[in-house]
């Protein structure tokens, strides 16, 4: 069975053959390192990891690389505007090398809660600016760069094809264009170095071959991407704001270095919304992992929910949606954990149709709807749990290590409880959800596991 993913390039459905057999090599654009991550930047994550359990359920060998960008992310994609990570510390006070590392560390620790698996390397900008130079020393004895009063640029107009990721229209950006350029030949140009500008206003520089400065955004991934997957690799992802410009200038630069496009597949993740708008941090729409947490969340009933939209379309946040996430993850870790403590053997036809969903361009909706008929079916308990195993290798929810909490249920609510058996057993299904009702206004939700009722706190 042939995996197959939606390539952003070639705007086409295609199957995953790996560069090299059994392997296969996957960047991820990871965070800017001036705040933390949202959970709208979290879907994107949650998206990579499914791309990456994907690769490895299919029984291939995932170099999985993520950056770190902790220098030269302005506050405009035009090339302008502040350095994100400086313009925090002279608000804060704090340096600029400890906010990268304080925001490093809470990024690491909300994929952990997600249960998003490590990348195989973690790289840093800052760690990789001799690759950077090097880099952009070839660019320009190719005749792809010029300088400017602020900088050295990349000249798109050398390439035809720049932007064909983003099937841009440089006529249409021309004849539109609201901004100065600047000394910039082309609104399409974007900078490779930046010049430091007033000596000592900022804390982190470096000396090149052009003057002190540090690194444009794109420049960074296409180095660093290049050092630790090669100059062609299986699959570069992120989200899809970053098609038209960071994507579209990592691929040109590459292009004009080595004449790839860095990567074979490129995938990209939906916005995640919240009431119809995209969630960021510059609009002020602004919700952490730690805001669920702090409101009883389990972290992964957000991957749940995420697991319920496929990773191309757009996820509208709302509190009822998450209740309802919280709710079918509490379902499905007591009907795992139901299933008792007898291991079996995954059944294949099961985990044929499994395969079918995820194999269809990460379709997870559909592999968690399969994950669900296996527990209904009538196969053996031990079956079942040895295949959920397997599907929860790439669902990624921790299914077989959760255990209950052991609650002790007010006496009122036990009482409801008991009521609600005997209405269900009767059918008296209106009666069910007013007791049932009657325990969430008291703190407890009622679960139906396969071994009875179950009461938790909400």
């Known amino acids: 069975m042939t995996l197959h993913l939606y390539d952003t390039y070639s705007r086409s459905l295609r199957p995953f053959e790996p560069i090299a057999p059994g392997q296969a090599g996957l960047y991820a654009c990871g965070p800017t ?15 990579v990891d499914g791309l990456r359990r994907a690769l490895e359920f299919n029984g291939l060998q995932v170099r999985h690389v993520m950056n770190i960008t902790d220098v030269g992310h302005l506050t405009s994609d035009a090339d302008c505007g502040d350095d994100k990570i400086e313009a ?52 320009e004895a190719k005749g792809y760069t010029y300088r400017t009063d602020d900088g050295i640029y990349f000249d798109t107009t050398r390439q035809d094809d720049y932007g064909k990721l983003a099937r841009l229209k440089r006529d249409g950006l021309q004849a539109g264009k609201r901004v100065e ?19 000592g206003q900022r804390q982190m520089e470096w000396d090149s071959p052009w003057g002190l400065g540090f690194p444009g955004w794109h420049i960074e991934c296409s180095a660093m991407a ?17 098609v038209a410009v960071h994507h579209s200038n ?20 939906a916005f995640l919304k919240t ?59 007591s009907t795992v954990h139901g299933l008792g403590d007898e291991h079996g053997e995954a059944d294949p036809a099961w985990l044929d149709r499994f395969a079918e969903q995820i194999n269809d361009d990460l379709n997870f909706p559909r592999a968690l ?43 009122p609510v036990q009482a ?25 206004a008291a703190g407890y939700d009622i679960d139906d596991t396969p071994q009875g009722q179950q009461a938790r706190p909400l």
């Open 33 to 47: 390192v001036y705040d933390y991550a949202h959970i709208g930047n979290l879907r994107t994550y949650l998206f």
């Open 88 to 139: 925090r510390s002279r608000r804060s006070g704090e340096s600029a090398w400890d906010i990268a590392a304080a925001f490093t560390r809470a990024f690491e620790d909300d994929l952990r809660q997600l249960n998003i698996l490590p990348p195989s390397v973690w790289c840093r900008a800052t760690d990789h600016i001799a690759e950077q130079i090097a880099f952009i020393g070839d660019l």
């Open 181 to 199: 350029l600047g000394e910039k030949r082309d609104i399409c140009d974007f900078a490779l170095w930046k010049f430091s500008g007033v000596p």
């Open 226 to 242: 290049e050092k630790h997957l090669g100059a062609y690799f299986d699959i570069h992802c992120g989200g899809e704001d970053h």
């Open 250 to 269: 990592e691929i040109a630069q590459t292009q004009a270095r080595h004449g790839t496009r860095l990567a074979n597949f490129w995938l990209h993740g």
């Open 275 to 333: 009431q119809d708008a995209k969630m960021s941090k510059s609009s002020g729409d602004f919700l952490r992992l730690q805001s669920l947490l702090e409101q009883g969340v389990d972290p992964l009933a957000y991957r749940y929910l995420c697991l319920g939209a496929h990773y191309r379309s757009s996820l509208n946040f709302t509190d009822d949606a998450l209740r309802a996430a919280s709710s079918g993850l509490a379902r499905l870790r």
């Open 369 to 411: 709807a399969v994950a669900w008929d296996l527990l209904k079916s009538d196969l053996p308990d031990a079956m079942k749990k040895a295949t959920m195993a397997r599907f929860d290798a790439a669902l990624g929810l921790g299914l077989l290590a959760w255990q209950p909490v052991q609650v002790e249920v007010p006496q």
């Open 416 to 440: 409801w409880m008991a009521q609600r058996a005997i209405a269900r057993a009767q059918r008296q299904w209106a009666e069910a959800d007013r007791l049932r009702t009657l325990a969430r």
